[in-house]
């Protein structure tokens, strides 16, 4: 049994797709990265906002405490009665 060569449009053709599927699959790849580092950074903005959540909790939980109402009243510029209060003008 004798084999029947490809013609030169068959080998055309093949080559052709060939190429297409090597740049389809390139473009897939160039997705995936992508796709990834949004993954990282949206894992990194879970994480951020898990924290501050869990900051947020102890804060709630804490909102009785005198040491963290005066805390509080402190960084919003508070200051007790009778307290000095020293501003630097150097800045």
Known sequence: MKLKRAGFLTKIVVLALLIYMATSLLDL?????????????????????RLENQELEAAIENSDDPEMLEQVAREKGHVKQDEIVYIDVAN
């Open 29 to 49: 790849r160039g997705q995936i990265q992508t796709a990834q580092v949004q993954r990282d950074t949206l894992a990194r903005q879970v994480s951020d906002q």
